[in-house]
């Protein structure tokens, strides 16, 4: 085969994959147009439970704002998050994009995980009361208030992931108190560490004082909510 009828045999390839690529992309577009995305709770129950098949999970997280993804030229709306389990003696984080109409994994990334403080940075920590407000209106949710201040909450800060993995249908989530003194207020939230439970905006328990707690109190509170 010549040179020239090669060249030519791959730029009509070329050619046919792009005009392939944007049919896709139309196609892709038209479907999703009038499609409801999934809820990041239903999405991480999908992913949970796919990992739940290979063994136990010590953390499962989502964060509540999509974002913008690309993957060989297709665009999608993704949700980040991550799932945290045992292997071997160690900690891995799979942190993972999931599309949000179909809860399908785009993308993932596995790394381990060398200490327990570094593990609990995987713990939603809200950026403002938008995304705060969203956990609130949705889910089975902790909310666990602390300061970097507080002796008591560093005392029990390394050992959420642990109560974490012992309540997987809750998502734990930080709330700094000072960066949200208003909520705090508003919730009466008297003493730190302290744990209230919000599901779908109706608080459903309270755990709420300005004592020191133990990993085994907080743990009794949430089995008996």
Not at 47 to 61: N, T
């Amino acid at each position: 085969m010549s040179k020239k009828k090669f060249s030519s045999l791959v730029k009509v390839g070329i050619g046919a994959s792009l005009v392939l690529g944007a049919t896709l992309g139309v196609v892709t577009t038209l479907i999703y147009k009038d499609k409801k995305h999934l809820s990041t709770k239903e999405i991480l129950e999908m992913i949970k439970r796919s990992f739940l098949k290979e063994g136990a999970i010590e953390v499962a997280y989502i964060e509540e704002k999509p974002e913008k993804f690309t993957r060989f030229a297709v665009k999608y709306k993704v949700y980040r998050g991550g799932i945290i389990r045992k292997e071997d003696e160690s900690y891995i984080v799979y942190e993972f994009l999931a599309d949000i109409y179909t809860g399908v994994i785009v993308s993932i990334d596995r790394k381990e995980v060398d200490n327990v403080e570094e593990r609990s940075k995987c713990v939603i920590k809200p950026k403002d009361y938008e995304e705060l407000e969203k956990y609130v209106k949705v889910g089975k949710n902790i909310f666990f208030f602390t300061a970097d201040w507080c002796g008591d909450c560093r005392f029990i800060k390394p050992k959420i992931s642990e109560i974490e993995s012992k309540h997987t249908e809750y998502i734990f989530i930080e709330v700094n108190r000072d960066q949200f003194l208003d909520l705090a207020i508003k919730w009466e939230i008297l003493g730190i560490p302290s744990f209230v439970v919000i599901e779908n905006g109706k608080e459903i328990g309270r755990y709420v004082d300005k004592f020191h707690k133990t990993k085994e109190q907080i743990d009794s509170f949430i089995e008996n909510l």
